[in-house]
């Protein structure tokens, strides 16, 4: 595993990235590719969305029961999106607002600056909202209210 | 990176996955946590759909221009699904049907028998069919008509 270009992102701490129920992720960052992989980047500027793995490079270990900051219950690491995985890889869904070059302007980064990027993907389609079942969070959301 | 454990799926050779425009991944398959794993499945249950990331442990090497099933025009490997990526990891959705202890019974497997498993997240929210563009794939489509 190589990194193929870092996150430009303004969270340069875990505790900037906003967490817990309701946090929105609507902050604007850049995926910046290493210049040898510029031409994996063709035609992506067609996609609306784009799935990027990234590393969680600040995160030491792993645990298999989290506390999510979304709740007051342990859960499953594997039910949540907890940095401390056994293999620490993050995905995070964002929008592409515009290509220059070797960079990709994006919407909805919720990574560290400088994250190193694994790999992107183009979003294909989605699980429609009424066929969703999402668990704990759900029902922490309900509790919430 | 180490496998958490394996997918068990009627797939066992690569021409046997469905692919190219209009291929569906409805077949059902299995991932199998390896035991040292199960605490990290707590609570998975609840949850409809799961992203499950892999290794492309059957591919070798990439290339930064990809010739996807889908197309008979080339585009850049990360506006595409292709194997040969400098990391060779693959991201899946599935539909959870029911767990069994280590084992998940899902829907939706594009894998190859005994792929090694990397990470399983929870499924959480889409993007909605009408912000999606999909770029080259959607043209594929159009003129396929």
């Not at 969305?49 to 709740?71: C, I, K, M």
């Not at 592409?96 to 183009?122: E, S, Y």
């Amino acid at each position: 595993m190589r990194p193929i270009g870092y996150v430009k992102s303004p969270y340069k701490e875990p505790r900037d990235v906003p967490r817990g129920l309701g946090a929105q992720h609507e902050a604007e960052g850049m995926l910046e590719l290493l210049p040898e992989f510029a031409e994996g980047l063709a035609d992506i500027e067609g996609f609306s969305h784009l799935y990027v793995l990234w590393l969680f490079d600040r995160s030491q270990g792993f645990e298999l029961t989290a506390n999510p900051p979304s709740d007051n219950r342990p859960h499953g690491v594997f039910a949540t999106r907890s940095p401390l995985r056994p293999n620490p890889i993050g995905l995070t869904t964002v929008e592409l607002l515009r290509r220059d070059g070797v960079r990709l302007h994006v919407r909805g980064v919720d990574m560290l600056d400088a994250t190193p990027i694994l790999d992107i993907k183009p979003y294909l389609s989605s699980i429609a909202p009424e066929k969703l079942r999402r668990g704990w969070l759900a029902e922490a959301e309900a509790r919430a209210k």
